[in-house]
């Protein structure tokens, strides 16, 4: 009679602890992460999609709260603030190529970074989207560990940030190749710049894969980015319509 | 691995603070970036041991917002309701943001589009 006491002593225990969560998340992204390999690096089998996707289908079956699951998964969460501060390093490496380049850089920076909030916003709002999605489409260009900072501090939802965020970086490096095709552009420096301001981290991977010169382009805009949308988009808060 | 990875945390806490203290609408950790930018600008060359973490975030970064980004099973039915507003708002939106910095670029750089 006590035979099946244990199982559930041991279920009782575990989903106490952080440790459950621990494991789902891990394990999910880890099977994301290999899909993504196997499809040899294919942006629309993105990791984090995937892994976002098992973890919800989990925590349906398990019968878990959301707010329970990141009791535990806040220690995978808080990590966040480190890898913002450690883009330093891809930074830094990359300020070699600003050289000679300044510049236009970063005026297609600043007019990409206005373009992918103003059309975000403007578009949304108008279709009528209600408030917690229009403020979420403020940072999602922005590299997601960014964006959810800068989202926090202005009272947007960091979740529907770094799902648009997700989704943008998707969209941006499938998308790419054929609006830098159609626009006529060949220089991969340049190819590689507008795509990392469009689609962050998930588009420099694909510019890397791509060509060397374009990750490096690609990262260096990503980084400068989320740095310039860190400092201007609170500034710029007070006059997206809505708020 | 380890004294990079320190090093790392140091200008995280640091960050904290400028943000705390003095500059509270931005958040702590991009401050924290821009100071060991400077840092590093200042001082040459990156340490082995923090190249060693750097790496290893910006391979994995995406594990990172997995947990928040599971936060969406909350929002779904808000997300279905305005499912067109998201997406064309979204496809639009790096369509135009990609081909604006390309243009730019083209426009404003001496050679052109010349590699």
């Given amino acids: ?243 | 691995m380890i004294p990079g990875l320190v090093h790392i945390l140091l200008w995280q806490g640091a960050g904290e603070l400028v943000s705390h203290f003095i500059l509270p609408h931005i958040p702590g950790p991009v401050i924290g970036l821009v100071l060991l930018l400077g840092f590093l600008a200042l001082r040459g060359p990156v340490p082995d041991s923090m190249a060693l973490v750097s790496d290893a975030f910006s391979q994995h970064l995406g594990l990172l917002f997995v947990p928040a980004a599971t936060g969406v099973i909350l929002f779904l039915p808000q997300l279905r309701q305005h499912a067109w507003a998201v997406v064309l708002a979204l496809f639009s939106s790096v369509i135009l943001t990609i081909a604006v910095t390309a243009v730019v670029l083209k426009v404003t750089s001496p050679g052109g589009d010349s590699e």
């Fill in chain 1, 1 to 243: 009679m006590n035979k099946s006491l244990p199982i559930h002593e041991i279920w009782v225990y575990l989903s106490g602890s952080p440790l459950l969560a621990l494991i789902l998340t891990l394990t999910a992204y880890q099977i994301g992460y290999v899909l993504y390999m196997r499809s040899q690096r294919n942006p629309i089998v993105n990791p984090v999609a995937i892994a976002v996707v098992i973890v919800a289908v989990c925590l349906q079956l398990l019968d878990m709260p959301y707010t329970k699951y990141f009791e535990g998964a806040q220690f995978v969460h808080f990590l966040l603030g480190t890898a913002t501060v450690s883009l330093a390093i891809p930074i830094y490496r990359g300020l070699s190529g600003l050289k000679g380049r300044v510049i236009p850089l970063l005026l297609a920076l600043v007019a990409g970074g206005l373009t992918s909030i103003f059309s975000a916003v403007g578009i949304s709002y108008w279709l009528g989207a209600d408030q917690a999605i229009v403020g979420a489409m403020v940072s999602k260009s922005v590299t997601a560990p960014i964006a959810m900072g800068v989202a926090e501090r202005l009272g947007y939802s960091p979740t529907l940030t770094a799902v648009f965020a997700v989704v943008t970086g998707i969209l941006g490096a499938i998308l790419a190749r054929f609006v830098l095709d159609g626009l006529g552009m060949k220089a991969w420096w340049q190819r590689g710049f507008a795509i990392g301001v469009a689609a962050h981290g998930i588009g420099t991977s694909r510019a890397f894969s791509v060509h060397p010169e374009a990750g490096t382009y690609s990262s260096l805009a990503m980084g400068l980015h989320g740095i310039l949308g860190a400092v201007a988009i609170p500034m710029l808060a007070g006059y997206i319509p809505t708020f």
